[in-house]
Nanobody, 120 residues
Framework: QVQLVESGGGLVQTGGSLTLSCAASGGTFSTYVMGWFRQAPGKEREFVAAMSWSNGNYADSVKGRFTISRDNAKNTLFLQMNNMKPEDSAVYYC???????????????WGQGTQVTVSS
């Protein structure tokens, strides 16, 4: 079992930046595909970004603005978010799985989420 804990959420102005972290424990972090998803009120949880050992995939809505990275030595996943927009406001979740995919059903382990709010 893998336990995931997100941190770094908060309030930021339009055009600002924020970095989310996800600390993993209880498993072999380096072997997992790691992803970020987000869920806004009244909407489905949607894919944001994911990466395996080195390759990253991004949703079109964040491509060029967000960067996913990982530090396997520290069992930590990051999401650097730049040039943020009000539509980026959501609860952000990190997830761990075995397949590099945008499908949330393929991820087996989830964190509790961290709130990100972008003011206009």
């Amino acid at each position: 079992q893998v336990q995931l804990v997100e941190s770094g959420g908060g309030l930021v102005q339009t055009g600002g930046s924020l970095t989310l972290s996800c600390a993993a424990s209880g498993g072999t972090f380096s072997t997992y595909v790691m992803g970020w998803f987000r869920q806004a009120p009244g909407k489905e949880r949607e894919f944001v970004a994911a990466m395996s050992w080195s390759n990253g995939n991004y949703a079109d809505s964040v491509k060029g603005r967000f960067t996913i990275s990982r530090d396997n030595a520290k069992n930590t996943l990051f999401l650097q978010m730049n040039n943020m927009k009000p539509e980026d406001s959501a609860v952000y979740y990190c997830a761990a799985g075995d397949l590099l995919t945008t499908r949330k059903s393929a991820y087996n382990f989830w964190g509790q989420g961290t709130q990100v709010t972008v003011s206009s």
